[in-house]
Structures are given as structure tokens and as C-alpha cells.
């Protein structure tokens, strides 16, 4: 059992995604697994949730790898963050099959998983729904979808901000300024 510190995950996570930026608002990567990790914070997730909140990219993302986070941040931490990466590749079909296997995969996701996993869609949604209106209608059916499998979180507060995003879009109007300024 590792010492978790909440410090040591962000500043792993910061060097992991060092020069990386947002596709849609030209941020620092880390700004969405920091929004993330606050918002299962704030939804009463434990620390391992929160830490594989700030790593739930690294690994799709970035040179570092499972065994890198297991190391660094033990096997629980290591486990969330290996539910959150997606497996699929482009070799296995378009995007609507891959999300598929993706889908299929989460939905056996252990709850503290899925947690998180709602937290990250709720977090994406803003960006899209505000820069890619015509990418929108796609991301949530997709979202839609997977909020549906995750039945192991179903009747959480995060399950339900999802759907309520599903619903009425974002809760939450992002200001991008503010967000830039807490890295």
C-alpha cells in the first residue's frame, strides 16, 4: 500500500502532460484532469478516486505507462486509471464501434471507475458544447450511451449532473480564463 499524496499525482500528472493543450480552448492539458479530480472531490470521491482522476489521460496520452502509475501510486490508483484508458484502436472498426468496445469494456468498470468516468464526460461536454456545435449531437449520444452502462453508479449525484447535461447541456457555464490562471 502506497502513501497516496495528492501532490505527488499532480505533479506526476503535470510532467506527464507537459506541452500538451486542449484541442478546443488551447489550455494546458492539466486543466482537465484538475477540473476532474475537483469535481469527484467535490462529489465525495476518495482520494484514489481523485488521483486516478488527475491520471485518467496519462497513459493514452502521454510516453508513461500502467506500470509507471502502479509504481509510483500502487495498484488501486493503477486500476482506476487502467478502466479509464480506452483499449480500442483505430485498426478495430470507425469511431461508433470503437466507442462500442469502449462502452462494453466501462460498463463492467468496477463503481469507482464509472465515478470518475462521469466526471470526465461532464468535464468534456462543457468544451464541446460550447467550441464544436456540430461535433455536440455526436458526443452526446456517445455520452448517453455509456452514462446508460454505467449501472454501477446509477442514482449518484455525478450520474445525475450527467444526465441533466444530457438533458439542458452543460450545468455550468466554464469561464476558460479561470481555468488557465489555477495551473
Keep these: 500500500m502506497h502513501n497516496l499524496s495528492l501532490k505527488d499525482v499532480f505533479d506526476f500528472a503535470i ?14 492539458y492539466i486543466v482537465h484532469p484538475m477540473a476532474v479530480s475537483r469535481m469527484v472531490s467535490q462529489h465525495g ?6 488521483a ?6 496519462v497513459v493514452e496520452d502521454t510516453v508513461y505507462t500502467l506500470a509507471d502509475i502502479n509504481a509510483n501510486f500502487g495498484d488501486e490508483v493503477a486500476t482506476i486509471v487502467k478502466w479509464l484508458t480506452d483499449t480500442s484502436k483505430p485498426e478495430d472498426g470507425n469511431r461508433a464501434i ?4 469502449d462502452r462494453k469494456r466501462l460498463a463492467n468498470a468496477p463503481a469507482e471507475a464509472q465515478f ?4 470526465d ?5 462543457k468544451s464541446i458544447f460550447l467550441f464544436d456545435k456540430s461535433f455536440a449531437p455526436m458526443f ?4 448517453a450511451l455509456l ?22 447541456g452543460p450545468i455550468e457555464k466554464e469561464d476558460y480564463s479561470l481555468r488557465r490562471s489555477e495551473v
Design 147 to 168: 452514462v446508460e452502462d454505467m449501472t454501477k453508479v446509477v442514482g449518484s449525484s455525478l450520474w445525475i449532473e450527467a444526465k441533466k447535461v444530457l438533458k439542458e
Design 116 to 119: 470518475v468516468k462521469l466526471a
Design 45 to 50: 470521491g476518495s482520494e484514489v478516486q481523485q
Design 140 to 143: 452526446a449520444a456517445e455520452m
Design 15 to 28: 510532467k506527464a502532460h507537459e506541452g500538451q493543450k486542449r484541442k478546443y480552448t488551447g489550455e494546458d
Design 98 to 101: 470503437r466507442k462500442e468496445i
Design 52 to 57: 486516478g482522476a488527475l491520471l485518467h489521460d
Design 121 to 125: 464526460m461532464i468535464d468534456n461536454s
